[in-house]
């Protein structure tokens, strides 16, 4: 009796150790899943404007920093929506439709470089777009 409830014991903390195992490692550990065609871009001090496009749909704007400001709440925007515009002082973002976004920057009137970042999230993956605008 007392070598059954051995192997009954060592059966369970064996699947224990295995289940807290597998759920560890798939954990945060998404693949890419948006696929953006580019994530940089440098911009001239005159303003311009880049369309990017994604392999996959199901993304959605999470945030949007310029220098040091930082944009997460879009009030009155539908995220999840296959098309919208976010308008701010100094740039446009616009989802044109599932696959393709259009991010447009004003001209850069500051003696320092302008840096926007537009964070995408998909589920549990995260990507961004870094664009570097040159000074005046």
Same mark, same amino acid.
């Given at each position: 009796?007392?070598?059954?409830? =051995?192997?009954?014991?060592? *059966?369970?903390? *064996? ?6 195992? =597998? %759920?560890?490692? *798939? ?10 065609? @580019?994530? *940089? ?8 404007? %880049? ?12 945030? %949007? ?14 995220? =999840? ?21 259009? %991010?447009? =920057?004003? $001209?850069? @009137? ?24 040159? $000074?005046?």
């Amino acid at each position: 009796m007392t070598k059954y409830l =051995l192997m009954k014991k060592v *059966s369970i903390f *064996s699947l224990l150790i295995l289940s807290i195992t =597998l %759920i560890l490692s *798939s954990c945060g550990r998404w693949s890419d899943n948006i696929k953006l065609s @580019t994530k *940089s871009a440098e911009f001239s001090a005159n303003g311009d404007s %880049i369309i990017v496009t994604t392999k996959g749909g199901g993304w959605w704007l999470s945030g %949007i920093t310029v220098d040091t400001n930082h944009f997460y709440n879009f009030d009155g925007i539908d995220v =999840l929506a296959d098309s919208y515009a976010v308008k701010q002082d100094c740039f446009v973002f616009e989802r044109l439709d599932k696959y393709t976004l259009f %991010i447009k =920057l004003e $001209p850069n @009137t500051l003696n320092t470089k302008r840096i926007v970042i537009v964070e995408l999230e998909a589920g549990d993956y995260f990507d961004r777009v870094t664009i570097t605008q040159n $000074p005046k």
